[in-house]
């Protein structure tokens, strides 16, 4: 019986660090494509990755678009999260202005220990309250400290129906919108190669 729970676990590790390989060798790829893009169309596959999610977010929650009609403005990123016991993500994004449409690039990024083992891909999507919740953003950048509440598409029972601390925020996984956002540990700031 330990003999077959060792190998389960073995076997276990070594698809986890098979699947962390083959994800790191897709990110390399993807990296090395978005290197040869010139500024221009970096900016405009962040705005249609990020328009993207906010149609997502908008159409799976109502709730999300009456937030959204209030909002000053909205931020979405896209994200790459990686880990084998010690975890790291970052992505692109765009913080816009409603009123104006002026759009600021921004990137994410985050590092942790723990037990992590895989690859996740998820977006992001901020709505804010007010000007004053949206410049700090995008001025002087944010980090999350905690987990965030999100929507929890159609079962929304633990759907963020109003903003807090003048954010609401909702996060988005290839099933779609996720119940809760842990965000935490993210950093997120202007990309000063894309403004």
Do not use: C
């Not at 990024?109 to 004053?132: E, N, R």
């Not at 925020?169 to 290839?174: H, L, M, N, P, V």
Request: aromatic share 10%; no cysteine.
């Amino acid at each position: 019986m330990k003999k077959l729970r060792r190998l389960m676990i073995l076997a276990s590790g070594a698809l986890a660090l098979l699947f962390v390989s083959a994800s790191a060798l897709a990110q390399e790829k993807s990296e090395a494509d978005w290197k040869a893009m010139d500024k221009k169309a970096k900016q405009q596959q962040i705005d249609a990755t990020a328009g993207a999610a906010l149609d997502q977010v908008l159409k799976a929650h109502p709730k999300a678009k009456e937030l959204y009609s209030k909002a000053y403005g909205w931020a979405a990123f896209d994200n790459l999260k990686i880990g084998f016991v010690f975890s790291g993500g970052g992505g692109k994004g765009v913080a816009v202005e409603k009123k104006t449409g002026r759009r600021t690039y921004m990137e994410m990024g985050s590092a942790g220990i723990g037990l992590t083992f895989g690859g996740k891909k998820y977006d992001v999507v901020f709505l804010f309250q007010d000007s004053q919740t949206f410049n700090s953003f995008v001025n002087k950048g944010w980090q999350a400290q905690a987990a965030a509440s999100a929507t929890a598409g159609k079962e929304s029972a633990g759907a963020q129906t109003n903003f807090v601390n003048g954010m609401a925020i909702y996060q988005i996984s290839g099933t779609g919108l996720m119940a809760n956002a842990d965000i935490s540990g993210t950093k997120y700031s202007k990309d000063d190669d894309l403004n």
